[in-house]
T-cell receptor
Framework: GNSVTQMEGPVTLSEEAFLTINCTYT??????LFWYVQYPGEGLQLLLK?????DKGSNKGFEATYRKETTSFHLEKGSVQVSDSAVYFC????????????FGSGTRLQVQP | DVKVTQSSRYLVKRTGEKVFLECVQD?????MFWYRQDPGLGLRLIYF???????EKGDIPEGYSVSREKKERFSLILESASTNQTSMYLC????????????????FGQGTRLTVV
């Protein structure tokens, strides 16, 4: 079946540090890939997405590139802020059909001033 | 903007009670989902619905049922609440992917934190 594996958290960084959150996936076929963010006390919001190999999704300074050869979709940001403190979820969805997205376990990011 | 609204942010219920969690979306999405979120386990799919009156079990349907009488509303029912159902419940909706089309993103409500005592 399909699955998503994320690095365990929490990840603790100082403000302006570089961020990488690793995400790898297992899927039959070619999924679309997503990063969602959950701020404290809130639901999930879509952060960025990529729909085919070598696509780069980007939003709010975050980027992730769909790497088919390594089945990865790592999230990066060049300079994090305190306001980026949240839980980040990697997810995949298969083309067609009506199945729900498959989520990773989430990675908590804590940014200290 | 898509809006997915869950009826309660916080609920406290007693063991054995029947509990209803309501979710409404305003963008005419075909698909609706219920997930539960627990620390270290991420989001786990309970049930989803791809059309009115249609439903499919997700990964952890035991102890839950759902109802979708109207396209915009999807209810999660705990027939007899138990303490191991204490969790954050998240509702989501999405457009149905067309044949051969790419999976579209899901839009989430703000979540309902349910405590069963």
């Amino acid at each position: 079946g399909n699955s998503v594996t994320q690095m365990e958290g929490p990840v603790t960084l100082s403000e302006e540090a570089f961020l990488t959150i690793n995400c790898t996936y297992t899927a039959t076929g070619y999924p679309s890939l997503f990063w969602y963010v959950q701020y404290p006390g809130e639901g999930l919001q879509l952060l960025l997405k990529a729909t085919k190999a070598d696509d780069k999704g980007s939003n709010k300074g975050f980027e992730a590139t769909y790497r088919k050869e390594t089945t990865s979709f790592h999230l990066e940001k060049g300079s994090v802020q305190v306001s980026d403190s949240a839980v980040y979820f990697c997810a995949l969805g298969m083309a067609g059909g009506r199945r729900a997205l498959t989520f990773g376990s989430g990675t908590r990011l804590q940014v200290q001033p | 903007d898509v809006k997915v609204t869950q009826s309660s942010r916080y609920l406290v219920k007693r063991t054995g009670e029947k509990v209803f969690l309501e979710c409404v979306q305003d963008m005419d999405h075909e698909n609706m989902f219920w997930y539960r979120q627990d620390p270290g386990l991420g989001l786990r799919l309970i049930y989803f619905s791809y059309d009115v009156k249609m439903k499919e079990k997700g990964d952890i349907p035991e102890g839950y049922s759902v109802s979708r009488e109207k396209k915009e509303r999807f209810s999660l029912i705990l027939e007899s609440a138990s303490t191991n159902q204490t969790s954050m419940y998240l509702c989501a909706s999405s457009l149905k992917a067309r044949a051969g089309g790419l999976r579209t993103e899901a839009f989430f409500g703000q979540g309902t934190r349910l405590t069963v005592v």
